[in-house]
Every structure is written in C-alpha cells, then in structure tokens.
C-alpha cells in the first residue's frame, strides 16, 4: 500500500493530482482544509489535502522508474508494519470479492434489461407505425424518429440500471444493518455529484464515502519519552471483551514492540475477574495492581512513573445500572490529573438500539476511543459505521476471537467498507 498527500486549491483538483500520479485505482482516505497561516495569508489561498492510497503492486506495475523509492519505502513499511504485506494481499482478494459483487449486480441490470425490452420494442414499432400512418414514407423523417426513440431508449436504460443499482447498493448496506439513514445519504452524496455513470462508477464511489465516514483510525499512541506514562483506561459493558482486549494489546505491546508496561485493575466486582487479569500479566511478566478505591490511584501511579504504559481494566457496567455508571465516572476521576486516553469496548453483536443508549451515556463519562469486538461472531457490521457517525469518536481496534493475542487487530478501513458492501470475508472468517 503506498500512501501520499496531494495539495491543490479544489478538492477536485487534488483528487485529480492524486489519480495522475497513483493511477485510477487510488483510493481517497482523507480530505482536509488547510488554511494558510503566517504574515501574507490573506494573499494566499486556501489549500485542500488530499491523502490518496493505492496498491502497490498496481502502482509499480504503472510507475517502474520510481521503483527504487517505492522498494525503500516498502522496506521501512514493512518493517514498521509486518503485517502490511498480509494485509495488501488480502485488500487484493477482498477486491476481487467486491468485483464479482459488482460482475452480480450487472447480471440482475442485464436480466431486467431484457424483461423489459420486448415491451419496449412493440411500444416502439406501435410509434412509428403511428407516425408514418396518412404520410408518405419519408426516409428523412424516419431516420429522425428513429433517433429520437434510440435517444429516449438508451435514457430509460441509463435511468433503470441507476435506479437498479442503487437498490442494490441500498439492499447490501441495510442488509448488514447499516441504518437506512446513513445508506441513504451516502448513497445520495455519490449519486448527487452527477459524475456517477456507471455501476462501477457508483459502486466505487460508494466504498471510498465509507472509508472516508469511518475516518482515521486511532490505536495506542506510541509516546514521547517525556510524557510517559501513558494511561489507557478500557471500559464499557458486561462481558464485552475488555479484560480479552487488554491482553491481547499487552502482549503485542511488550513482544513485538518491546514497551513496558503495568496493568491496573479496578474490576473487584466480578468474582474470579481479578484471577483472570493475574494470570494473563503473569503470562507475560507484568505487574498488576488491584485498585479498591478511587484514592489509591494516587499511591499507586507513581510506582511506575518509568513504564511506557499503564493499562487500566475497569468492570463492565450494564447502561441500565445506573449506580454503577456514576461509580465509574467517579473512579475515572481519580485519573483526572493525568493524561489519559479511553478505549470504549463494545460489541460488534448488540443491537443497534442498545449501542446507541450505550454510547449515550459513556458519552457523558469522556471522550472514547472504539474498540469493537466479536467480529467473528456477526457477518452484518454495519453498526461500526452507524455508531462512528452517531458520535464521531475515532475507530481503533477490532478484536474477531478468543486467542490472545492473535484475534486484534487495528481497523482497516478498507476491510469494513468492503464487507459492508457485502465484498470480501471480512474479519473473523479465517482470516
Ligand atoms: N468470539 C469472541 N469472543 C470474545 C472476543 N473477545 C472476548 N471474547 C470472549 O468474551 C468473553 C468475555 O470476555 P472478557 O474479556 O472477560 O469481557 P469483559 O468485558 O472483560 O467482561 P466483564 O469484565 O465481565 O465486563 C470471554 O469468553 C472472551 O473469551 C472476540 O473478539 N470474539
Ligand atoms: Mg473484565
């Protein structure tokens, strides 16, 4: 995957800098506004960035003369991202998936294409029977109808295989429960452009909307030296996979990116939930501390002020306990005086009525991360796209099983706009 950012005075114009130089198949995955800043702005324009990506192989297939910076980067990306090489070569094989989805929907336009050309044809035989009945037969005339009726045919063509493939589009998002609402304005954006002819066009068009709606990811940020330690608290409903997070995200921490770090656990409500924190730190060698109070936060953190990070696993609240909602909120302001981030875990499985009044009132306790989890237990996904445009909170992970570590991974865009077009596995089916 090779990422780069095009600068121009129009979105428009940077899209087209960004194709010229990756090729069509560039993938726009964020757009901003920069304002021009310093002494002679108001001289200046402003500016619309636009990050564009394309597959590498795609890319050095066009470009073979920049090959040489193009393998440099690749070498440093993949030693920054090992995974980076799997996951190029599965956005091929979820591509292919999307095109046969595409190949899948021309075959039912086709179909109904020629359902109704039959009556179509007699309407227009009727017409022109119509038109030189009490006339001469008039070439001149003849051909000029002719026309006309080819012109009105291949519109009503244009306009049935848009209005099939809208539905179509519609049908693949709603169906994996994507809300109606935000379908619906993605699918009106795209087609509102009036750039949109054809299936592909849409279709394309559609998928890049989604990735931009899902926005930048964030995962845990690798810290300056000077602002350690850094804090991250994980909270969230019952049974939800927080502790399961937790270590999975520890061990890839301390094994493939050699941090230190402690774990801190306030979960003392849940039997047994303290003995499953413990057996995963002692696993992997990390100290865990057992929080019972609010207060004790204080006499704790500074034991590891050196760490790198401090995770924190609370216990799940049911959002309909409200008692239990108010004493997190109370625990998490124990950590007010520190620089923290919070992972909102949730459920890729729950409904989306619940996640909504879930969100609502984590909303209330901070600002959350989303972490969504048991991807492997639903194909229909389109929560993570109505609860990212519900709240705005950045996408991090998707955790898709049991295995720790193996089951996490950071979000990619790509893959959650492509199975919610219903295009490639998805995750947690093997891959
Ligand atoms: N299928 C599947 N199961 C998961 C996933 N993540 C966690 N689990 C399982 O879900 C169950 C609950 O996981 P926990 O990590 O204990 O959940 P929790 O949110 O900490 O639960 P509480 O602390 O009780 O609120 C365990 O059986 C986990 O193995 C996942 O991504 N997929
Ligand atoms: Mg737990």
């Known amino acids: 995957m090779i990422i780069k950012k095009y600068q121009a005075g129009t979105e428009t114009e940077a899209i087209m800098l960004a194709k010229e130089d990756l090729g069509k198949d560039a993938i726009v995955m964020n757009i901003k506004t920069i304002k021009p800043?310093?002494?002679?702005?108001?001289?200046?324009?402003?500016?619309?960035?636009?990050?564009?990506?394309?597959?590498?192989?795609?890319?050095?297939?066009?470009?073979?003369?920049?090959?040489?910076?193009?393998?440099?980067?690749?070498?440093?990306?993949?030693?920054?991202?090992?995974?980076?090489k799997k996951e190029d070569e599965e956005a091929k094989a979820l591509n292919e998936k999307l095109n046969s989805l595409a190949k899948l929907l021309e075959e039912q336009i086709e179909q109904q294409k020629k359902d109704e050309r039959p009556s179509d044809k007699k309407e227009v035989v009727q017409q022109k029977e119509k038109a030189v009945s009490g006339q001469k037969k008039d070439e001149e005339s003849d051909k000029i109808l002719e026309s006309d009726t080819e012109k009105k045919e291949q519109k009503a063509s244009k306009d049935a295989i848009r209005n099939k493939s809208i539905d179509l589009i519609m049908e693949q998002l709603t169906g994996n429960e994507v809300s109606y609402t935000y379908a619906k304005q993605i699918v009106d954006e795209i087609t509102h452009t009036g750039n949109v002819r054809t299936l592909d066009d849409m279709l394309s068009g559609v998928y890049q909307k989604i990735?931009?709606?899902?926005?930048?990811?964030?995962?845990?940020?690798?810290?300056?030296?000077?602002?350690?330690?850094?804090?991250?608290?994980?909270?969230?409903?019952?049974?939800?996979?927080?502790?399961?997070?937790?270590?999975?995200?520890?061990?890839?921490?301390?094994?493939?990116?050699?941090?230190?770090?402690?774990?801190?656990?306030?979960?003392?409500?849940?039997?047994?939930?303290?003995?499953?924190?413990?057996?995963?730190?002692?696993?992997?060698?990390?100290?865990?501390?057992?929080?019972?109070?609010?207060e004790e936060v204080e006499e704790v953190l500074p034991k590891y002020k050196d760490y790198d990070y401090i995770l924190v696993d609370t216990a799940g609240r049911s959002h309909k306990n409200k008692d239990r909602m108010d004493d997190l909120k109370e625990f998490m302001e124990g950590f007010s005086k520190y620089s923290t981030s919070v992972y909102l875990v949730l459920s890729a499985t729950t409904k989306y009525k619940d996640l909504k009044k879930i969100v609502s009132l984590y909303e209330d306790i901070s600002d959350c991360n989303l972490i969504f989890t048991k991807l492997d237990e639903t194909d229909a996904i389109g929560n993570i796209l109505n609860i990212k445009l519900d709240t705005g909170m950045a996408l991090s992970y998707v955790s898709y099983g049991q295995n720790v570590p193996d089951d996490i991974e950071v979000m990619n865009p790509q893959v959650i706009a492509k199975q919610v077009l219903g295009g490639g596995d998805g995750y947690g089916s093997g891959r």
């Open 37 to 84: 800043k310093g002494l002679f702005k108001i001289f200046r324009k402003t500016q619309v960035e636009v990050t564009a990506a394309v597959d590498e192989n795609q890319e050095i297939e066009k470009k073979s003369e920049s090959k040489t910076t193009e393998q440099f980067n690749s070498q440093i990306s993949e030693k920054l991202h090992p995974d980076q």
């Open 211 to 294: 990735i931009l709606k899902l926005g930048q990811v964030q995962p845990i940020a690798m810290e300056k030296e000077d602002k350690k330690p850094k804090i991250i608290l994980f909270i969230g409903p019952t049974g939800v996979g927080k502790t399961t997070t937790i270590a999975k995200l520890s061990s890839k921490l301390i094994l493939e990116q050699k941090k230190k770090l402690a774990i801190l656990t306030a979960d003392t409500y849940r039997i047994s939930a303290v003995e499953q924190i413990k057996t995963y730190a002692s696993i992997l060698s990390i100290p865990v501390e057992v929080l019972y109070e609010r």
